[in-house]
């Protein structure tokens, strides 16, 4: 049986993992909302009105010129504020404080979800090793650091860091040699359809789909995939 149908196979019969993968952004920081999409809802908050395919087109501007361009210690405080900042000038914001209350109100809602998931993390950590596949700017471990949840994960894999992103299979390798586990042994959990489920696909990884609160979504990428509205479901599938 090939690696992928071999782990698509465990995620349908409840098979219990060695090892757990997560993503960072708008996995562990957010119910299934990407940084741009939380931005682009912080905007609109603040009567900031602008097409969806032109907030697009600017936020990856502002968020693309981060990566590789920040110290490895950059606090999420500071990568937030130059993301916001970089978005604002792009989006021709000239009042300072807007821009501050958007950065102040995405660090509070990303604090506050982190938060509520410490309890299901740290109940994980002590039963499975856990990692996290980010694609990000190269100061992931600082950010976890600020968050409180860096020593919960064993291994943290930025994609500045070693030179490749998601879906690439060469960075989910990095992560799960870093563990000592291999591809048909690990659950990787995410919620970027493109990036998390079919890079774990990719490799053989069985993987859990966290689609948040939306009304629809489309099928999952692998028969008896598991779908999950909450991080904290995995409670009732992991442990």
């Not at 506050?112 to 950590?125: F, G, T």
Request: aromatic share 6%; charged share 25%.
């Amino acid at each position: 049986m090939r690696p992928d149908a071999r782990a698509a196979q465990d995620a349908r019969n409840g098979h219990s993992p060695a090892a757990i993968l997560f993503d960072f952004g708008g996995t562990l920081d957010a119910g299934a909302l990407t940084w741009k999409e939380r931005m682009f809802r912080l905007c609109r908050a603040e009567g900031v009105v602008v097409p969806p395919e032109r907030f697009d087109a600017l936020f990856y501007g502002a968020d693309d010129a981060l990566v590789g361009a920040i110290p490895a210690t950059l606090s999420l405080d500071e990568t937030v504020r130059r993301l916001a900042t970089g978005l604002g000038a792009a989006l021709g914001l000239s009042d300072g404080r807007l821009v501050d209350r958007i950065v102040t109100r995405f660090l509070d809602e990303a604090t506050r979800s982190v938060r509520d998931n410490v309890s299901l993390l740290s109940e994980l950590a002590r039963r499975y090793p856990l990692g996290i596949v980010s694609n990000f700017y190269g100061n992931l471990t600082a950010v976890c650091d600020d968050l409180g949840i860096r020593s919960l994960f064993r291994v943290i894999v930025d994609s500045e860091t070693v030179g490749c992103r998601k879906p690439d299979p060469r960075i989910f390798r990095h992560a799960l040699d870093g563990l000592g586990v291999e591809s048909g042994d690990a659950t990787f959990v995410g919620d970027s359809p493109s990036r998390d489920m079919a890079g774990a696909r990719g490799v053989g990884m069985a993987h859990i789909w966290l689609v948040g609160e939306a009304t629809w979504h489309p099928p999952p990428c692998c028969p008896g995939d598991r779908v999950i509205r909450a991080l904290g479901e995995l409670r009732g599938l992991l442990l």
